[in-house]
């Protein structure tokens, strides 16, 4: 067994946030203003449902999937549609039946003004695990860990060293100097935890999923925050090596700044794409309600066609050769299905004559940015 030593010389559980680059405060001010203007995005409910749906799904994949459970995402977004209890029939099904059940039924603080502690932690582990990790107990990891000093301390100070931690993460030395500044403290605290209990290593099993219940519990007590937990699952999944780089470095240097960084970084352009996807659906749904307008007065075959033909063609990648916008989707085949070639080249022609469809070397396409008055 390695000296108690080796971890203890780099983990500190210390600080100095006054050295946070400027750039990573401002960083941060976006991402937790972005997280709360999502609550406020306006989308139709259908496309908002489903997208919101894929979204939980991407962050239950990653942090399965770090945890070395690989489900498909097609079963997570139908399990999430469905309930938890449709779970269980798939690989891996009980355990994503048990991580569900303890996001939605997370343990209540203790009555103390200490919201965490290394009992609270165990708690979420004994809910977090599916069969394969004992559900219903708790276990701290019974043996060393063989690797880097930083991939788990020995098994015998587990307990000391989430005390600590807890110890740290609700201290003064944590907690943000203005109420105003309270929701970033909290997305810091969650980095923090995530961090050094990546170093620590208190569960042989379930070691990701307990952390992203463990995030939520840090974040639920700012409104509108608890989605952090999302966008940090999916960007440390997506950063692949790099996660595990960036916390040996931390490590090394006895300096969990630049795993901020690097962490808030990621969030923020996880939050920036999701922001242009729905910004996206959003110009998707003016453009339908505008065709409802433009095609009120008429229900006759070619008005069918050349409106289906606008919304096909308005959700394609890319531009669309005349030959195939017959079968764009089931719905424009079943329009065209029995008329001639000539038939869908004249409704082509007077949706490009009417300005709605723009011709060029590539094929068809629609420029939604015709909707935004501003830009003209």
Not at 190 to 200: G, Q, R, S
């Amino acid at each position: 067994m390695r000296p108690y030593v080796d971890p203890i010389t780099w983990m500190p559980f210390h600080v100095d946030l006054s050295k946070l680059p400027n750039t990573c405060w401002l960083d941060l001010g976006e991402f937790v203003a972005g997280i709360r203007a999502l609550d406020h995005a306006a989308l139709g409910l259908v496309d908002g449902r489903a997208f919101v749906r894929a979204l939980n799904a991407q962050a239950l994949l990653a942090r399965f999937a770090m945890d070395g459970l690989v489900i498909p995402i097609t079963v997570i977004e139908q399990t999430l549609a469905e309930g938890a209890k449709r779970a269980g029939t798939v690989p891996f099904g009980k355990e994503l039946e048990a991580f569900l059940s303890a996001s939605d039924h997370l343990p209540d603080t203790p009555a103390s003004n200490t919201t965490l502690d290394a009992r609270y932690l165990a708690d979420l582990h004994a809910m977090v695990g599916g069969p394969g990790d004992g559900a219903g107990t708790m276990r701290w990891r019974s043996t060393t860990m063989e690797g880097k000093p930083w991939e788990g301390v020995p098994h015998e100070v587990i307990t000391p060293f989430v005390e600590d931690l807890m110890d740290w993460l609700n201290s003064a030395d944590l907690a943000a100097p203005d109420p105003e500044l309270d929701a970033p403290y909290r997305v810091i605290r969650c980095l923090l935890a995530e961090l050094y209990l990546a170093w620590i290593r208190p569960f042989s099993m379930g070691h990701h999923r307990v952390l992203a219940i463990f995030d939520e519990a840090i974040l639920r007590g700012s409104p509108n925050l608890t989605r952090t937990g999302l966008f940090l699952s999916i960007a440390l999944y997506r950063s692949g090596p790099q996660y595990a780089e960036e916390r040996g470095s931390a490590a090394r240097s006895s300096d969990p700044l630049p795993f901020l960084t690097f962490c808030i970084r990621g969030m923020l352009d996880e939050l920036r794409s999701v922001q242009r996807r729905i910004g996206h659906l959003q110009q998707h749904g003016l453009w339908r309600a505008q065709l409802l307008d433009l095609f009120q007065e008429g229900n006759d075959a070619p008005t069918r066609r050349q409106r289906q033909i606008l919304l096909d063609l308005a959700g394609a990648s890319g531009p669309v050769p005349l030959n195939r916008v017959g079968s764009l989707s089931p719905s424009l085949a079943a329009l065209y299905a029995g008329v001639s070639e000539k038939t869908l080249r004249r409704d082509m022609d007077a949706l490009v004559q009417a300005g709605l469809v723009q011709r060029g070397p590539n094929g068809l396409r629609i420029d939604l940015n015709t909707l935004l008055v501003f830009s003209r």
